[in-house]
């Protein structure tokens, strides 16, 4: 089918593959591992409370099991993860993959649109996350020294600006740890919760999906709300998916099946049994779990995973910015490579600190862990929804699934997935406002940069001079000096604007004129064998288009160093880079509202030079502006 083709070549030895799985569960899990801290508390004792009885109990339990076994174990783990692009994963590589495969159908602009407001989505999740995660950790401080219960909200803010600052050093070293401390946690929460059940062993009837089935026969409407919670149990699944680019699909499916579902099942049912012996464990039936002498050291592994939850989902936000950027959604801007070695492993600072503001204001506006799931479950089911969308287009159209079996499957994964979201959207006035705002207001960015990109294009294309009739009378004309001029322009065709600028300012054009486009590819990588075309045009001018992956970095000089067919090699103290910088002049022609034509010079006036983004020597360039009308 195609499906299987292109993945990473990872070590699947015996030795590799736990090897892998153990880093997996380090860097996957976190956010999905950090939900025993408040998901079974709040079912309870959240928005909506529900009574603590043997029904309710069971009921929740069997929810949140086969919620996992569909969400999680079938959708992603299973299906979802078989789409890979080239290896990556993620709503933004399986959106290029559908485009790439499919080609410009009527349907593929609805699914663009919905692939980036998934990406939009995304971004609140990555706000909501960290605070949830360290809030609801912190907070075991309140159950096991309530003398410090005061200062829950200043050491989670202390911790998530120490989180945000160390971003910059890269996450490589930090990350060797992750997986044994991730192990100590799901361990100790495996092992608090099977010390519980076995007190209260009929929690184990809960796995039977009939409990499930008579909570919304005897109570429809509080099944329903209940939902709303639930769902923070499978929070973190997308997760799985988008890292299936660092992993690969085996050991995350090892380390989920064999480990993580095992430990998170053991502690949800041991909350259960505590709470059918002890209603009084409500205000945290997961620090409750621990004895007494062991509630502190608890605090503190909880800490850590939270704070290895949160590292996971600020690294996917640089991770998704990367990709929205090279495949034309968001505008340059400056992103450091923090290992040599792991071409993955970046660090985008304006994102880093936008992301550190709004965390801690959401900690400073929510208080506690409480008020913010409220927060949470949107953007997570919303996205959820989104990747139903994304894989019906795969199943029918790509893979060609037969319907019989597609159907089917699909129609229980809109099933459960509305259901989640439409519970969850009983909280928009409780903070579910939030992530549905930041994925509007990304949404717009986004969806505005894309359309005013192409219409810049178009306008440039229409004013451009054909490139034949230019050489013919420009290369007799003007003076010829020595060396390399590489003009940079986004269209592979007709005279770039700082070619012509170039020519009536400085009336010399150099022995060797190269016309350089960069091209960002659909798929992830570019082979060095395929990163370049090159056309002689006559009389020392060459056209080039270099293509690099969307998760590659666009190093043009060290791509023009491995050009051989070109005359002399490229030496960049001889070699000149003339770039272009368009002011844009907003007019009512066709296109786009004034106000976005606005926001669109707005953003192109404060994205990042193409001088540092494509890592040219900084006394090679010159620049020279052009006005264009959009």
Known sequence: MGQEEHLPAHDHSHDGLIKLAIGAIGIVFGDIGTSPLYAFRETFDGHHKMALDAAHIMGVISLMFWSMMAV????????IMRADNKGEGGSLALLALINRKSGQKKWTAGIVLLGVFATALFYGDSMITPAVSVLSAVEGLAIAAPGFSGLIVPISVAIMVG???IQSTGTARVGMFFGPIMLIYFAAIATLGILSFIQTPDILWALNPWYAVRFFVDTPGQAFLALGSVVLAVTGAEALYADMGHFGRNPIRVSWLWFVLPALMCNYMGQG???????????????????????????????????????????????VTQQAIQL??????????????????????????????MVILLVLSFQTSSNLTAAYGIAVTGAMLIDNCLLAVL??????????????????????????????????????????????????????????????????????????????SAANSATRVPGTAVFMTSTPEGVPHALLHN????????????????????????????RIYLEDLGKGFHRMVLKFGFMQEAD?????????????????????????????????????MIWREKLFAWMLRNAESAMEFFRLPTNRVVELGSQVEI
């Open 328 to 357: 034309g959604f968001m505008p340059r801007l400056r992103i450091e490579h923090t290992s040599a070695s792991t071409a993955g492993q970046i660090y985008i600072p304006l994102v880093n600190w936008a992301l550190m503001v």
């Open 556 to 592: 043009v000089p060290a791509a023009l160093k491995q050009v051989d067919t070109c005359g002399a090699e490229f030496k960049m103290m001889e070699t000149s880079f003339f770039l272009a910088r368009q002011t844009l002049l907003p007019s009512a022609r066709p296109g786009m």
């Open 72 to 79: 999680v174990t079938l959708k992603y783990v299973t299906i």
């Open 395 to 472: 199943l029918l159209t790509l893979w060609g699934w037969r319907k019989r079996y597609a159907i089917p499957l699909l129609a229980l994964f809109f099933t459960v997935d509305l259901a989640y979201f439409a519970a969850n959207m009983t909280k928009v006035p409780d903070g579910g406002w939030f992530p549905l705002l930041v994925g509007f207001l990304i949404f717009t960015l986004l969806t505005t940069w894309s359309k005013g990109r192409m219409l810049m294009m178009q306008r440039l294309r229409e004013s451009a001079m054909p490139i034949s009739i230019f050489i013919e």
């Open 503 to 530: 020519l009536k300012h400085n009336k010399v054009l150099h022995e060797r004129v190269i016309l350089l486009t960069v091209k960002i590819a659909d798929s992830p990588y570019v082979p060095d064998e395929n």
């Open 273 to 319: 049994a505590l709470l059918m012996r002890d209603q009084g464990a409500i205000n945290s039936p997961f620090y409750n779990l621990a004895p007494e002498a062991l509630q502190l050291p608890l605090v503190g592994v909880a800490t850590l995973a939270a704070i290895i939850a949160s590292q996971a989902v600020i690294s996917g936000a640089f991770s």
């Open 163 to 165: 989180l945000f600052s």
